[in-house]
């Protein structure tokens, strides 16, 4: 089960929903009754994955409590090992032995649901706890923050004194007619961009990826389908997450703002997946020198962070190289920043783009050497390909336009209920009800496998 099951929409959200707001009303624990609807989520599918989400909140909370009483560090240094290790152990043990060409046949194991992305929430909290800038809470609190159905699998990764400080405030004071129409709103607007336009590019570009050959249109119509696919993939998801979080009253940090408008990978990375980059920012990047050391110290700053972020996505190598890619491209815009170089935005848009792109086509691609053959493609080096996918690009350039032209669903969603409410309503019931009659035949989000 998915945001864009129908079963989802059309039984469980409903069932929590009525079940939370009676909660509210009677003043008998909404906390609870969230908590027991994210366990009901998260074990669906497999219930004995239960066991290692509760383990970890409860062991993560009992460390962090250590910490706060200004225990030695020594706790925290085994409790991110310990997160680390559990995170090893499930997603990279095999890629290791595999790539060191140790004679250990690994057994595969079924990825934990959302372990990248709590792992990351838990290692924050235990970090700020030491640095003393995380205050004591419930182990009730804590495992909200950790298990909270609409981000515990794909996002965002909540900062836990975000959501702490919300759950200090009654519940009642944060629910309100508005709230409740934005999120019914954004959860709409995410449903369409799932359903109707991620999931109609995928069977279009799936098998060009798993193509031996391709040409330069092919080629071209798999990169900027797969950068338009994602884009609305898990953009669709944040809009999703951050409308049921607004429907319980809780306000989840937005993931989204225009990224392929950047005209620098800088700027890219404060607008795609924003929590991830602030996240690898505030306890990598900077703890490494960041931007405040010397040139040569922030170019290996930045290397290490987008590599561990590439290889965070997922145990191949494509990721790794995809993040030394990014990370490269930051360390040439560092470059040009300290010596106040900027080129024109035109041209800074355009190389941003070209980047972001062919870095897809890694990310996306099985092999670093299928990427590397697609990339020779798309610079015109094995022939023109199939024609018959020229339709097929015209229509991609025309979406990446409205792409570009459109604004941020949720900016729109802030600004529109004030200003016409009624119209916006409507726009938005019609894009839900045509994205509900889509969700039958939708697929699981991209963002699930990493």
Known sequence: MHFADPAFLLAFLPAVWVLFRLAVHVDRSPTLVLLVASAAFYGWER?????????????????????????????????????????????????????????????????????????????????????????????????????????????????????????????????????????????????????????????????????????????????????????????????????????????????????YRATTLRAFWRRWHITLGAFLRAYLYVPLGGRRATLNREWAALLVTFALGGLWHGAAWTFVWWGLLHGAGMALDAWLRRRRWALPTALSWTATFATVVFGWVLFRSATVARAMDLWAAMLGGQGLGNTDHLRHLAVLVGLLMATLALPVSWRWVRTSMDRTPRWSALVCAAAGLVGLLHATQTVAFVYYRF
């Open 47 to 259: 219930p004995d994955h239960l066991l290692l989400l509760a383990g970890s909140i409860v062991v993560n909370h009992r460390l962090a409590r250590r910490l706060q009483e200004g225990t030695s560090r020594r706790w925290l240094v085994a409790g991110v090992t310990g997160n680390l290790l559990l995170l090893g152990v499930f997603k990279y043990a095999r890629f290791a032995a595999n790539s060191l060409g140790m004679p250990v046949d690994v057994p595969r194991v079924v990825l934990p649901l959302g372990l990248s992305f709590f792992t990351f929430q838990q290692i924050g909290f235990l970090v700020d706890s030491a640095r003393g800038h995380a205050q004591p809470v419930k182990l009730r609190d804590h495992a909200l923050f950790v298990a909270f159905f609409p981000q515990l699998i794909a996002g965002p990764i909540v900062h836990h004194s975000a959501f702490h400080d919300q759950l200090r405030t009654p519940w009642r004071d944060r629910l309100s007619p508005r709230h409740t129409g934005m999120g019914l709103a954004l959860i709409c607007l995410g449903l369409f961009k799932k359903t109707v336009v991620a999931d109609r590019i995928a069977p279009l570009i799936d098998p060009l990826f798993r193509a031996s050959s391709t040409g330069l249109i092919d080629a071209w119509t798999a990169a900027l389908g797969y950068t338009l696919q994602l884009f609305y993939d898990f953009g669709g998801y944040a809009d999703l997450a951050l409308g049921i979080g607004l429907l319980v009253g809780l306000q989840l940090p937005p993931n989204f703002d225009a990224p």
